[in-house]
Nanobody, 114 residues
Framework: QVQLVESGGGVVQPGGSLRLSCKAS????????IGWYRQRPGKERELVAV???????KYADFVRGRFTISEDFADNSVHLQMNSLTPEDTAVYYC????????WGPGTQVTVST
């Protein structure tokens, strides 16, 4: 079983930035579709950004060039740089990685508010 631990959430003002990190308990070479989902209050969980099996990044339309996903193979980590945050980005952000099953982290809260 893969353990995923997120960090980097917090409270930020509109227009601000945050960098989320997710550290895996295994080599991320052994995973597929590693990346980030989020769940906004009262909404379904939705994809934010993931690395596909061919290594290319896939972003949700609402990212609109504001977020960047990156991998650190030496540290078995994946990161999400989020810029130009708006209140609509307030959500719990979850790290995800597929092995023989889908693995989820516990989530980290991001709140965008004045």
């Amino acid at each position: 079983q893969v353990q995923l631990v997120e960090s980097g959430g917090g409270v930020v003002q509109p227009g601000g930035s945050l960098r989320l990190s997710c550290k895996a308990s295994v080599s991320i070479h052994s995973t597929n579709n590693i990346g980030w989902y989020r769940q906004r209050p009262g909404k379904e969980r939705e994809l934010v950004a993931v690395f596909l099996s061919d290594g290319s990044p896939k972003y949700a339309d609402f990212v609109r060039g504001r977020f960047t996903i990156s991998e650190d193979f030496a540290d078995n980590s994946v990161h999400l740089q989020m810029n130009s945050l708006t209140p609509e980005d307030t959500a719990v952000y979850y790290c995800v990685a597929d092995t023989w099953r889908r693995n989820w982290g516990p989530g980290t809260q991001v709140t965008v508010s004045t």
